[in-house]
């Protein structure tokens, strides 16, 4: 079963716009990443948070963690047509070294 | 050259035939990990190894086995294909020692089972 859900589904915006998108999950968890995957293509992984960090910033990419509702969101400022991809979260909940996926959110950039 | 390569990237095979899939990477990574993802479905995870000798069954590992031959390499194979067996599957690579978790993709493989 998947631990992590996005929110929305899908999401279209224009260039320049911010993005944000949602993950929850079900279980506890060491860390929580986000990765992206270009259509058809492997994943890239974007950020890490722990489960001891709240809000974490990469370049434009801007990630929050509140365990206590088991939420993270993901958001891309002033975004651009090539952010156009797929984002997932997945989480890892510390007692293996493996990940559980999310089911992604589909962003569509147009300029 | 791509740190994670999988071979093939596509193939197109028959119901009850036999099909491996491969893996190579160059990142000197411990652990290796099989997925396939369908859609709306996200990734799912077969398979993983830490290490050569430590062989893992994942969420949905029924249908599927694998062979780690060396660190670098990680085989899946489906022993018998059947059609909902078509997906795309992913090969995985990650080292716990350096990037806690953070794991590095392959490009692909698209499967078809007719």
């Known amino acids: 079963s998947q631990q992590g859900e996005e929110d929305p589904q899908a999401l279209s915006i224009q260039e320049g716009e911010n993005a944000t998108m949602n993950c929850s999950y079900k279980t506890s968890i060491n860390n929580l990443q986000w990765y992206r995957q270009n259509s058809g293509r492997g994943l890239v992984h974007l950020i890490l948070?722990?489960?001891?960090?709240r809000e974490k910033h990469s370049g434009r990419l801007r990630v929050t963690l509140d365990t206590s509702k088991k939420s993270s969101s993901l958001l891309i400022t002033a975004s651009r047509a090539a952010d156009t991809a797929s984002y997932f979260c997945a989480t890892d909940d510390g007692t293996a070294s493996k990940l559980t996926f999310g089911t992604g959110t589909r962003l569509q950039v147009t300029l | 050259d791509a740190d994670v390569t999988q071979t093939p990237r596509n193939r197109i095979t028959k119901t009850g035939k036999r099909i491996m899939l491969e893996c190579s990477q160059t990142?000197?990574?411990?652990?290796m990990y099989w997925y396939r993802q369908d859609p709306g479905l996200g990734l799912r995870l077969i398979y993983y190894s830490f290490d050569v000798k430590d062989i893992n069954k994942g969420e949905i590992s029924d249908g599927y086995s694998v062979s780690r031959q060396a660190q670098a390499k990680f085989s899946l194979s489906l022993e018998s294909a059947i059609p909902n067996q078509t997906a795309l599957y992913f090969c995985?690579?990650?080292?716990?020692?350096?990037?806690?978790?953070?794991?590095?993709f392959g490009p692909g493989t698209r499967l078809t089972v007719l």
């Open positions: 990142k000197g990574h411990d652990r």
């Open positions: 948070i722990r489960s001891n960090e």
């Open positions: 995985a690579t990650s080292d716990y020692r350096r990037d806690t978790d953070t794991q590095y």
